[in-house]
């Protein structure tokens, strides 16, 4: 039987206020801010206004689920910028063949950095901060080759309607990623490989003690991360009609763990909120709109942003100590 003295109790309950608060503060959060930002500004609720926020946050959110399960494993994955940037600068060679081929040679591209970045962390027992960040410079250094060191123009309707079609009265690339969404859900909740994943990033000796193919999960989970953030790149240059390797995903990878690590998956693995996630994207979304449309300057927005993610870090490490 478990005693509780009054003296425990102011700990109890802060850490059952850091539990509420990683586990619900960030639908809070997003439903508050989602207020101040009707409260400032009636017009952001017009469906023009919410397809442009679901255009920009659709290539994060498919970038921070994929994120999201790397750091399932205790992981990190810094090259998915890289992997938009190279699958960006295969469009203008693809395009003119339709759009089939364009989505299989980004995507095989975007599976084969991923494959890599797993190899080095499984195989070669790499941190996978070293390998990713050693894989984000080759990668982006090689979109820039193929690219020829310059953003090219695009301008076939395939590629385009993927960026830039609604179905429903809302953007092609925000089901996609919806979609992405509850796949990678089913992934982590309902599959043995999800159980496998989450194993371990728990406990990685552990897991690897009782049998599990420690080494193929910890790849796949690459792979994974790889293929969306190829998937992105395609959609980005669908949108925005340009190849520009030297720009596109720049960030994209601060971004990503940003929307995971605000949704509520702690950086020391172990558990995927894929849920989370997807709030942790539109919530980061909703707070670079509101400052955009009330003038505030994007260095602003980045001192907001840093300090989001400080305070979900902290939060989630008092939580780990208990």
């Not at 023009?48 to 946050?57: D, E, W």
């Not at 992997?83 to 599976?111: D, N, T």
């Not at 999960?217 to 991360?225: D, F, G, K, P, R």
């Not at 942003?305 to 870090?313: K, N």
């Amino acid at each position: 039987m478990t005693t509780l003295s009054w003296a425990g109790r102011p700990a109890l309950d802060r850490a059952r206020a850091l539990r509420l608060l990683q586990d619900y503060g960030v639908y809070a959060a997003l439903v508050a801010l989602f207020l101040v930002a009707v409260g400032l500004d009636t017009s952001f609720v017009q469906m023009s206004n919410i397809r442009v926020q679901l255009f920009q946050v659709a290539p994060t959110l498919l970038v921070a689920l994929g994120m999201a399960l790397v750091i399932g494993t205790e992981g990190i994955d810094l090259s998915v910028g890289a992997v938009i940037a190279l699958a960006a600068s295969v469009v203008p060679l693809y395009a003119g063949y339709g759009l089939g081929p364009v989505l299989v040679v980004g995507l095989l591209l975007g599976a084969a950095s991923g494959a890599l970045g797993g190899a080095m962390v499984a195989l070669a027992r790499i941190q996978p901060i070293v390998a990713t960040l050693s894989l984000m410079i080759g990668v982006r250094g090689l979109a820039e080759i193929v690219n020829g060191n310059s953003a090219k123009p695009v301008t076939q309707s395939g590629v385009l309607d993927l960026g830039t079609s609604n179905i429903a009265g809302l953007p092609e690339m925000a089901w996609i990623a919806a979609g992405c969404a509850v796949l990678t859900g089913l992934l982590v909740r309902r599959t043995t490989f999800g159980r496998h994943l989450v194993a371990i990033g728990d406990n990685r000796q552990a897991s690897r003690l009782a049998g599990l193919p420690v080494r193929r999960v910890l790849i796949t989970v690459y792979v994974i991360s790889g293929v969306l953030a190829a998937l992105a790149g395609v959609l980005i240059v669908g949108h925005g009609a340009e190849a520009d390797p030297a720009n596109q995903g720049l960030n994209m990878e601060l971004n990503a763990i940003t929307a995971v690590v605000v949704g509520g998956t702690p950086l020391s693995g172990g558990r995927v909120r894929v849920l989370g996630t997807v709030a942790g994207a539109l919530f980061m979304q909703l707070i670079t709109a509101v400052l955009t449309q009330h003038n505030v300057h994007t260095s602003y927005t980045q001192i907001v942003e840093a300090v989001i993610i400080a305070f979900a870090v902290y939060a989630s490490q008092e939580r780990g100590t208990r």
